[in-house]
């Protein structure tokens, strides 16, 4: 596609239910981010891929978080048990493999725990 | 510790007037470092990067940042601000050392409000 697509754009989840997010790169990139972004916050790293291998996941805040590429393409980021403190908006961005490229960001999730 | 600083949490000027929004960064070599704005309900888009080479970096929608070494800073200007300019801004950087791809660290934005 021309862009980042994720989906779904807006999930409401009960405390304690398990959501699933997910993100759709540029074709071709082989970088892959997911971020947090808490009210009023700047985005915060959860995890990152290169290609199908999860390469760095230091940011992913307790083990309900866990992410997947399996192909080296569509990413999940899953939450289970979902919490209060989870509500934020979840970003995905793509890129090229050089560090020096530019990072491409989806619209984002905005998840809301109630 | 390594961070990324934005000093200002608001800012408010005329429709017309100049902007710079500061940003300063605590590493131990100098990382490469972006600028990105966020509309409301928009994803981040890129306004400029600086990698190495000429200090004063051009961007998109008129915006330009300045790369001081001595100061740790990289400061994003705009000559004349237009209302639609209104979003929030955040600096970003990428440590050059890293196996970790160009994993972003963000600072916390600066909300800038134009008046008209």
């Known amino acids: 596609g021309a862009g980042v697509s994720q989906s779904p754009r807006y999930k409401v989840a009960k405390r304690g239910q398990d959501v699933a997010l997910r993100c759709d790169p540029i074709s071709g990139h082989v970088s892959l981010f997911w971020y947090q972004q808490a009210l009023g916050q700047g985005p915060e790293f959860l995890t990152y891929?290169?290609?199908?291998?999860?390469?760095?996941k230091s940011g992913l805040p307790s083990d309900r978080f866990f992410a997947e590429r399996p192909e080296g393409s569509v990413s999940t980021l899953k939450i289970q048990r979902t919490q209060q403190e989870d509500s934020a908006v979840y970003l995905c961005?793509?890129?090229?493999?050089?560090?020096?490229?530019?990072?491409?960001f989806g619209q984002g999730t905005r998840l809301t725990v109630v | 510790a390594q961070s990324v600083t934005q000093p200002d949490i608001h800012i408010t000027v005329s429709e017309g007037a100049s902007l710079e929004l500061r940003c300063n960064y605590s590493?131990?070599?100098?990382?490469?470092l972006f600028w990105y704005v966020q509309s409301p309900g928009q994803g981040l888009q890129l306004l400029l990067k600086?990698?190495?080479?000429?200090?004063l970096v051009q961007g998109i929608k008129g915006f330009e940042a300045e790369f001081k070494r001595s100061q740790s800073s990289f400061n994003l200007r705009k000559p004349s601000v237009h209302w639609s300019d209104a979003a929030e801004y955040f600096c970003?950087?990428?440590?050059?050392?890293?196996?970790?791809?160009?994993?972003?660290?963000f600072g916390t934005g600066t909300q800038l409000k134009v008046e008209l």
């Open positions: 590493y131990g070599a100098t990382p490469y």
């Open positions: 600086y990698f190495s080479g000429d200090t």
């Open positions: 970003a950087v990428v440590p050059i050392l890293t196996g970790g791809g160009n994993k972003l660290t």
């Open positions: 891929f290169q290609n199908e291998a999860q390469l760095d």
């Open positions: 961005a793509s890129s090229l493999l050089r560090v020096d490229t530019e990072a491409f």
